[in-house]
């Protein structure tokens, strides 16, 4: 498989990842740290770009001699407070800029950012662009660690959305299931507060006729409680709904976990409790531990959650790595192209698919 | 208080129940069952309203002479899959209908349903009308163990909803956190993807104009997360969000249940992990346990899950009762009647509110 930038690089050669190290809670210690243990898988290269003084700090602290890695200058940072926009006209030798640079010249594979998703989207839009027949960029990915193959899109980044918005989301969703989770024909389901098609608000009822006109292999709406009878790979609702519900299953599973190290305290050892706790809240906090990438830039970008340490930020490295062996970009552009041919071949309205 | 017939019973009077006794996955028998539990408070009345011969021969099975109980006859139900309205006007004998206007006539002082909330909302508002002010009734109330004091609301109903309907389910929501959960002066949040004003999708930003401008105590937008965090005592949202939360959270609740239970079954004895199991669940359960009014209808008007048992049956009684005890319907009345007027006198507009 040749890279998205097709200058060639076959797949045993090291993949290059770009990391923004100015990003995140902890940058640029754990970043640093992090790129410096993924170098341990051996398969790849690390592009630090940040404020050269701490970032080659940080550096000199690890035994790197020879290893594939180099720090690229940047100044600044874009923080979660900014306007990415804005912030980006203001700030043309931040961090995420320079690194979307690196990205876009050919010099890197991928790129990796635990700052702010607003600004990696925003920058990866204008330098990479956007894949042909899409409105805008998204986030989606398994959100929930009791259902790790089930994608949900939007997770944010599109608080108001189109049907045609959705569909596209639905098939960026389903390439994703397909090439990164090994998902088969990969079941698409719209969210709505009921499974049968007349159920749904407007935005729903619109997208549903869309989605069943599509060649996307769609099941119909799902509910809230599907996400845990498996009865969709992908679930597909606008940013606004997928932020609340990714923030409300991160803040139910502390709470659960506080709940339960008391309830269990006096009944099982510390270790035995701590290890229940831990596992609870990774059971709904999936997206912290390895990041997940934009859907329809042309470029592989991989945004982490802020608060990630070392080895969240080697996990989001991991991810990238991985996208780019599987070619999911490429996937993704082949499926919004056969979207649109799908589109323009049922100009004549076709009946509909069977519902399940 | 008068109850709001305002035919001068005495809040020292029985309370005076209908109960829609064909409504529920176990109807009848559990709602014959529970509501004859009732019975054993002392102040409550009641009229079980569906088919007689089963209605009767279900209250055959209890010794209930000399007790405030009896069956007013209607002919079939409304179910859960029928349009609620189409059915009205089908089923005008509907056990549903026919309890409604026992209601209406003032020989009852409260109504109980756990059959289909969309025919409660259709017959109550058909029957006994809207509050003046009020576009729409709404579902609300607390929806999450763990957060037993915040309430929710649209929980359901109205899937699309315009800023101003919004801003009458925080009224309203206001007035059920204050009189029935005694909470002096609820904070209200409108739950959005980040706490400054502009984060939100258009009909957030354009309802928090209205907020901001309203005599409520907004303290602006939440977020999935701060259920736990106990930032606002009523959150307000769509019935589209509120429903996908609300069976996300039984989801979640059984699976983490199950998933708990596997692990600590070989750890605890199993009445230890029989407890916890079902403790888990009462944390994300809440709504099966008590039923809510419905917020906005001249009267009121209880409705419970369909898989009530008959302790879930007397639950949804029990605040019926306690709904009538209040003078619920009286204060969202004149809650409305205050949001209306301060709309007309803030034609010309006033200072924002600081925020939180």
């Given at each position: ?11 045993s ?10 990003g ?11 790129a ?15 404020d ?24 600044g940072?874009?923080?979660?407070d900014?306007?990415?926009v ?20 050919g ?38 660690g ?14 108001d ?15 994703f ?16 507060v009921?499974?049968?098609d ?34 969709a ?22 709470a ?6 008391k ?55 991991g ?38």
């Open positions: 498989m040749a890279n998205q930038h097709g200058n060639g690089a076959s797949i050669a090291p993949i290059r990842v770009v990391v923004d190290a100015m995140g809670d902890f940058a640029p210690q754990e970043i640093v740290q992090g410096v243990q993924a170098l341990d898988w051996g398969n790849v290269a690390i592009i630090l770009v940040g050269q003084g701490p970032v080659e700090a940080e550096l000199a602290r690890y035994n790197v001699a020879g290893k594939p890695i180099k720090v690229v200058a940047s100044v940072k874009i923080g979660d900014e306007h990415p804005q912030a980006m006209r203001q700030k043309r030798q931040a961090s995420i800029v320079v690194a979307t640079q690196v990205l876009k010249s010099a890197a594979d991928a790129m990796v950012s635990l700052g702010s998703t607003g600004a990696s989207m925003a920058s990866a839009t204008m330098n990479l662009g956007l894949m042909e027949g899409l409105e805008r960029p998204c986030v989606g990915g398994p959100f929930l009791l259902a790790p193959r089930t994608v949900l899109v939007d997770l944010g980044s599109n608080v959305c189109r049907p045609t918005l959705l569909l596209s989301f639905a098939a960026l969703g389903s390439v299931a397909r090439q990164f989770l090994n998902i088969e024909n990969p079941r698409i389901g719209l969210l709505s009921g499974a049968e007349a159920k749904g608000n407007r935005q729903v009822q619109e997208s549903l006729k869309l989605f069943r006109e599509s060649h996307l292999n769609f099941v119909g709406n799902v509910e809230g409680h599907d996400f845990f009878a498996g009865r790979d992908v679930v597909v609702c606008d940013g606004f709904v997928g932020n609340i519900l990714l923030k409300y299953t991160e803040g139910l599973g502390s659960l976990m506080s709940y339960l190290q309830q269990l305290g006096d009944m099982l050892p510390p270790q035995v409790v701590e290890r229940i706790g831990s596992e609870l809240w990774q059971m709904t906090n999936l997206p912290r531990t390895g990041g997940g990438p934009l859907f329809g830039v042309n470029g592989t970008v991989v945004v982490g959650h802020g608060s990630s340490n070392a080895a969240g930020v080697a996990g989001a490295i991810t990238a790595v991985r996208c780019v062996q599987i070619g999911l970009v490429d996937g993704m552009r082949q499926e919004l192209a056969a979207l649109s041919q799908g589109a323009k071949a049922t100009q004549q309205p076709r009946p509909h698919a069977p519902a399940p």
